[in-house]
């Protein structure tokens, strides 16, 4: 089994819709993130947290909000979807300096 | 400007060719810095740490000049199977960013 899951892995939405990302992981690490990723932009920071009681914006949250339900979860919510949302978003772990990705989940807002 | 930039490619090599991708870096604070891959739709993986000093694995070798702000990364004798986007990393230990900085890329198909 994957060490790092994400669900859904393909999702299509519309505009105004509420969607949650959910990530799981079985490393036991405490730190986990969410990017995304967008042609040409690289993987840009959203949120990340460094235990079930530490949450931090990363460059880019507006429009997400995250929920640390334990160490081994951490969901990543889009409240109103939009179009610009549009991306492949990556979940990933770490417990020094390398980070454990999950295999993404391709989200399209229409 | 990126805090992190690639020239994107795509680098088309033969296979048996040396390549090598540059890499640099605005932070003077950045600290770590690592070399990434990522075969396509697929989530990116550890290639290698990039040490001070350079380092190699195999037909791999990452350099760091900290002075200039640049890291490369050399592959020799290329195969098919390192037909990938390699990503550089940087990690910063500013307040607030305990975190890794991705740049977008540079993308290699190695041909037969």
């Known amino acids: 089994d994957a060490d790092v899951t994400q669900t859904p892995r393909n999702r299509i939405t519309k505009t105004g819709k509420r969607i949650m990302l959910e990530c799981s992981q079985t490393k036991g690490h405490d730190r986990m993130y969410w990017y995304r990723q967008d042609p040409g932009l690289g993987l840009r920071l959203i949120y990340y947290?460094?235990?079930?009681?530490?949450?931090n914006k990363g460059e880019i949250s507006d429009g997400y909000s995250v929920s640390r339900q334990a160490q081994a979860k951490f969901s990543l919510s889009l409240e109103s979807a939009i179009p610009n949302q549009t991306a492949l978003y990556f979940c990933?772990?770490?417990?020094?300096?390398?980070?454990?990705f999950g295999p993404g989940t391709r989200l399209t807002v229409t | 400007r990126k805090e992190v930039e690639q020239d994107p490619g795509p680098f088309n090599v033969p296979e048996g060719a040396t390549v090598a991708f540059n890499c640099t870096y605005s932070n003077s604070a950045s600290q770590s810095f690592f070399w990434y891959r990522q075969d396509c739709r697929k989530e990116p993986k550890l290639l290698m740490s990039v040490y001070s000093s350079g380092n190699e694995d195999g037909r791999f070798t990452a350099q760091l000049n900290r002075a200039s702000q640049y890291i490369s990364l050399l592959i020799r004798d290329s195969k098919l199977s390192d037909s990938a986007t390699y990503l550089c990393?940087?990690?910063?230990?500013?307040?607030?960013?305990?975190?890794?900085?991705f740049g977008s890329g540079t993308r290699l198909q190695v041909q037969p």
């Open positions: 947290s460094f235990d079930v009681k530490d949450i």
């Open positions: 990393v940087v990690k910063s230990m500013d307040t607030g960013r305990r975190a890794l900085t």
């Open positions: 990933a772990t770490s417990e020094n300096y390398e980070q454990y």
